[in-house]
């Protein structure tokens, strides 16, 4: 089971703005950088934020992360249709095991 | 270009073994931490074993540890999942994952594969 939680579901009309919580421990998020992946329909998972709030190359600066204490948060403005996908946060934890979030579904009113 | 590409899912029956096989391309193999990451159908991700960049190092999540073991050949820039005893639970998408140049154990998974998918029943 994940040991990092995120809300089910977040939506939002497009050109709007959402925002992912993740919450964690000192043993994980407290203590490490924290990742964000987004996973469209029937396709593998693609970075989209490292290191709790770099993007790597090609990732729009409409998505953006931070962090504070042992929660995460994912932010994506100028929503578009394109953005409906699930989102997943990651990190490394003091047992010695990368955990990833439960996972959030975002839709696009 | 970098790409990763899995074989050797299937269908194989409770208690028995398979190994998957991870080809790597258009980097420096050696160089890199690699990781499995699997998603059963309908559900998250899990991460489920991480090899060092020089190989020295193997790290396992709890539900796998003693039945799986993650291996590389340097020579054909392979990458590979022993999976032994495989219970229907294991049922998921296996992804054979990259991880982004760092001195940490752990940076991000930054280039994954399409996956190959594993039944485990009877």
């Known amino acids: 089971q994940s040991v990092l939680t995120q809300p089910p579901s977040v939506s939002a009309a497009p050109g709007q703005k959402v925002t992912i919580s993740c919450s964690g421990s000192s043993s994980n998020i407290g203590n490490n950088y924290v990742s964000w992946y987004q996973q469209l329909p029937g396709t593998a998972p693609k970075l989209l934020i490292c290191?709790?709030?770099k993007r790597p190359s090609g990732i729009p600066d409409r998505f953006s992360g931070s962090k504070s204490g042992t929660s995460a948060t994912l932010g994506i403005t100028g929503l578009q249709t394109g953005d409906e996908a699930d989102y997943y946060c990651?990190?490394?934890?003091?047992?010695?095991?990368?955990?990833f979030g439960t996972g959030t579904k975002v839709t696009v009113l | 270009q970098v790409q990763l590409v899995e074989s050797g899912g299937g269908v194989v029956q409770p208690g028995r073994s398979l190994r998957l096989s991870c080809a790597a391309s258009g980097f420096t193999f050696s160089s890199f931490v690699m990781h499995w990451v699997r998603q059963a159908p309908g559900k998250g991700l899990e991460w489920v074993a991480l090899?060092?960049?020089?190989?020295?190092?193997?790290y396992y999540a709890d539900s796998v540890k003693g039945r799986f073991t993650i291996s590389r050949d340097i020579s054909k820039n392979m990458l590979y999942l022993q999976m032994n005893s495989l219970r229907p639970e294991d049922t998921a998408v296996y992804h054979c994952?990259?991880?982004?140049?760092?001195?940490?154990?752990?940076?991000?998974?930054?280039?994954w594969g399409q996956g190959t998918m594993v039944t485990v029943s009877s």
């Open positions: 290191e709790d709030n």
């Open positions: 090899l060092s960049y020089d190989g020295t190092n193997e």
């Open positions: 994952v990259r991880d982004r140049p760092s001195i940490q154990i752990f940076d991000a998974f930054d280039i």
């Open positions: 990651g990190t490394w934890d003091s047992s010695l095991s990368a955990v």
